[in-house]
């Protein structure tokens, strides 16, 4: 596909994402991650991603790619403040692309993307600022990241996008379905991230688990009640369809991504050297045009039942008494929020300053209660009929 990201920075079908770094699945050791770095380029890896927002990534990012710099793509992301707010301002956008420079070690990104939406700039002025840091050099494409479809479609229409990064696996097909189509038109790439589905498509996640305390996947809708009993079908029938080809579950999930029409480069984030080989064993081979047609056909019914049962899912939590285990009770309203903006049951904008409480309730060090999540469901049962 002759995408405009594609004409002049190297690219691999596999890239490499940096979130982990932040502990986002369990604290781990930075020399772990120097080490994975190096690693996947010499085995072929060439494009990097990262974020201003994913703790010291661009530092240890920048220090291990140093002697090879020129010869592969970076990319890092904007938008989400130190203080935990968006900003999309042109002055803001000049000076945190500075820092990410000096923290990357680098004098330009190769793809700058915006990660959150700041509803409150216009998209012109973002755009301004993306493309005053592409004369200057210091960026050499920008694109947009998980944002809803409408503010996307703003993007295309005013900048220059080079890319669309959105969460994309068996698993997660959602924003794939409704912005491919407009590749024709506007003639970007897509970037999939979380392809491996946080690891649920390895086949090595089941029933029981048991994450890091401080793993994300502990509140993660993918790994609770319906969604992970979707999911662990999905693996089950990936791992089917790798006997036929000599290859794992994960492999036939990242060859999948990589089939999708579009698909410029399928983003993995593993911290183990194994699992970064078994990944990029899902590249030189593909899956034949009829397994590819059976294998859309099982996703296509999936979800359909899927939905069917989320919905009756979220309308139990909030119909009945919360969980009276505060822990619990803040993963079933996380479920609800996440999953009802999925199935289009409410609009993003309307929940989201709910998802900010249930974070600040989460965090709040005087410990979980269960009366301010009871206020939260209240308010979810008006806006989710
Ligand atoms: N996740 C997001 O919300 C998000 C959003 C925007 C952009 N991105 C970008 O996309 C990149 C990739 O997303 P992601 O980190 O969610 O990717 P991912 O590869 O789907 O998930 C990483 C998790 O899956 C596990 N895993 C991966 N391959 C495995 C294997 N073969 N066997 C066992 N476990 C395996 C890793 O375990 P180990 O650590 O044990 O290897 C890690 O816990 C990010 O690093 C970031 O740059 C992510």
Redesign the pocket.
């Known amino acids: 596909m002759n995408t405009k990201i594609l004409s002049d920075i190297p690219l691999s079908p596999i890239?490499?994402?940096?979130?982990?770094i932040s502990g986002?699945?369990?604290q781990?050791d930075p020399n772990q991650f120097t080490k994975i770095i190096k690693e996947a380029f010499d085995l072929g890896i060439k494009f990097f991603?990262?974020?201003d927002q994913?703790g010291d990534a661009e530092e240890v990012l920048g220090k291990a790619v140093k002697p090879f710099r020129y010869q592969i793509a970076i990319a890092s992301?904007i938008g989400l403040t130190n203080k935990g707010s968006v900003n999309l301002t042109k002055k803001y956008i000049i000076s945190a692309c500075e820092a990410s420079l000096k923290r990357l070690q680098t004098d330009y990104l190769d793809l700058y993307q915006i990660?959150y939406d700041d509803p409150k700039t216009p998209v012109s002025e973002t755009i301004e600022a993306l493309e005053l840091l592409k004369k200057e050099g210091k960026i050499r494409h920008y694109g947009v990241?998980?944002l809803p479809k409408k503010r996307i479609l703003e993007y295309l229409e005013l900048g220059n996008i080079s890319t669309v990064?959105m969460?994309l696996?068996a698993v997660a097909t959602k924003q794939y379905q409704q912005i491919h189509p407009l590749q024709t038109e506007y003639n970007f790439g897509i970037i999939g991230?979380?392809?491996?589905?946080?690891?649920l498509?390895?086949g090595?996640?089941t029933p029981g688990h048991q994450f890091a305390p401080n793993?994300i996947?502990n509140v993660d809708p993918l790994f609770q009640k319906a969604k992970f009993a979707s999911g662990l079908r999905v693996a089950e029938k990936l791992k089917e369809l790798g006997k036929k080809y000599g290859k794992?579950p994960?492999q036939v999930a990242i060859a999948w991504v990589l089939a999708q029409p579009g698909v410029v480069t399928a983003?993995?984030?593993?911290?183990?050297s194994?699992?970064?080989r078994?990944?990029i064993g899902a590249i030189g081979w593909r899956l034949e045009v009829e397994d590819l047609q059976n294998l859309n056909q099982f996703l296509k019914e999936e979800e359909k039942k899927l939905v069917r049962e989320t919905k009756q899912e979220i309308y139990n939590i909030l119909k009945n008494n919360l969980n009276s285990d505060p822990e619990q009770a803040i993963k079933d309203l996380i479920y609800v929020i996440e999953n009802s903006i999925e199935i289009e049951l409410v609009n993003s904008k309307d929940v989201i300053p709910l998802f900010q409480q249930l974070w600040k309730i989460k965090k709040r060090p005087d410990g979980l209660q269960i009366q301010p999540l009871m206020q939260i469901q209240k308010e979810l049962s008006k806006l989710i009929k």
């Not at 890239?15 to 982990?20: D, N, P, Q, S």
């Not at 991230?193 to 690891?199: A, D, E, L, N």
């Open positions: 890239g490499l994402g940096c979130y982990a986002v699945y369990g781990k991603d990262t974020a994913y992301k990660h990241g998980h990064l969460e696996s991230f979380s392809t491996t589905g946080r690891g498509l390895t090595k996640i793993d996947r794992t994960v983003l993995i984030g593993p911290s183990k194994e699992h970064l078994e990944n």
